[in-house]
């Protein structure tokens, strides 16, 4: 989202509608491959990545009648909250008119907290992931895009120092290029959200931030659409990420993300990536092949090389290379020793400010090279594996803990923390030491 962010090893889609490159070919419309958000952290928010669907049980369907007295209950306490809201808005600098205009016709929307209350059970794996992300539907409409933009996109490059493929990629993920931007009334869905206890702070701060952007006259209150979540626009940015990074690049006095132009959205997005340090001509990561007998253990992010130093220990890129010097990077290993593996940069980092499940930097990444004409990953994956269960991972999680590996949390999220326990139990095992949560290590710990 600038939401613009989020971190964990799991990915979700966000649903959003609407068009921009050009007539698209109803076999070719993908969705967007946003992985599930967290609170957000930052402009953007979200380790590997997936997506997921319920295996809840369906809940017996209450009668109509049911329904709209339970509806009409909610939305009762909801118009009562707004009441209220409206008094704390206005000693944040929310004029009545804006409130006024802003909730003109809104009313509690039970879709959202559906959508906010379906917690993932399963999870798909990365490569998985990255067939979608890196699809041959993705990469021509991707090309497609940058034919049809590229002048306005050459400018927002020479501007920013962000390359413009890198743009295209992070569009192509979060709305599949225009297709799918959201149509979710963002003032709807946010007070919503923010009269729902579970998170309430923070879509209230989303609220007074998207009543801003509404008061400064960037979009008509109805127009401002977007996901569930409330991102929006082509790039899908959060409203406290638009305030503070949302640029006017058309020059019409207006920073408009949502319409058919996808001009100041794509700018926006470069400007963001500038913002957090992106590093002109370095490449977010390079794929590499790792020597037999190498020390796992290297494989760290806090662990940092220059590309000559690690190939004086045998990594090289994929055609038996030294990497360039692209500065000093780390090794990683997404699914693993039997996996793809990457040296990877600063601009890992940067793209991770946009959204931190590394499955999402690397299929940003990737798409871009091959928006590009680079290359499909040389790697095999080891597809014969399957990801594991929300369930699996808190298992894994209890019981690394209980053997003496703390996690340091039972959340299901296999993040820095976890991968670490999981390399010391490893290293203990006289296993190689990875840190890849698979279900044979499960199966093992059990």
Known sequence: MNRVLLKGTA?????????????????????????????????????????????????RPATLGQKSVQLAAADGGFQDWIVDFRTRAITQGISIATLDRAFKGVHYDPEVIK??????????????????????????????????????????????????????????????????????????????????????????????????????????????????????????????????????FTGDGKRDIWSEDPTDALASTAAYLAKFGWVKGQPWGVEVTLPKGFNYRLADRKIEKRPRDWADLGVRDTNGKVVPNHGKGSILLP??????????????????????????????????????????????????DRALTLKEREEMQRRLTAKGFDTQGIDGKIGPKTIDAVRSYQVAQGLVPDGYASLSLLTKLR
């Open 115 to 248: 959508r906010d209350r379906n917690q993932s059970e399963f999870t798909k794996t990365i490569w998985d992931y990255l067939d979608s992300a890196a699809s041959p539907t993705r990469i021509r409409n991707g090309q497609a895009a940058l034919k049809k933009h590229d002048k306005t996109l050459t400018r927002i490059e020479a501007k920013y120092g962000v390359d413009k493929e890198v743009v295209l990629a992070i569009w192509g993920l979060e709305s599949a290029y225009g297709t799918f931007k959201g149509s979710k009334d963002v003032v709807r869905s946010l007070s919503t959200l923010a009269y729902d206890a579970r998170r309430s702070a923070f879509f209230e701060q989303q609220l007074v931030a998207a009543l801003k952007i509404l008061q400064a006259g960037d979009v008509d209150p109805r127009n401002m659409t977007g996901s569930w979540a409330g991102a929006m626009g082509h790039t899908q940015f959060i409203p406290t990420s638009y305030l503070d990074y949302a640029v006017d």
């Open 11 to 59: 990915v979700a889609a966000s649903v959003a509608v609407s068009g921009l490159v050009g007539p698209v070919a109803a076999d070719s419309v993908e969705r967007s491959l946003r992985p599930v958000e967290r609170p957000y952290l930052g402009p953007l928010q979200l380790a590997s990545i997936t997506v997921v669907e319920s295996i809840r049980p369906v809940l």
């Open 335 to 384: 699914a693993g020793g039997q996996g793809a593996a990457f040296m990877i940069f600063k601009n890992f980092e940067v793209i991770e400010r946009y959204n931190t499940a590394d499955a999402y930097v690397i299929g940003v990444g990737h798409l871009s090279d091959r928006i590009k004409g680079g290359a499909p990953i040389q790697a095999d994956w080891p597809r014969g």
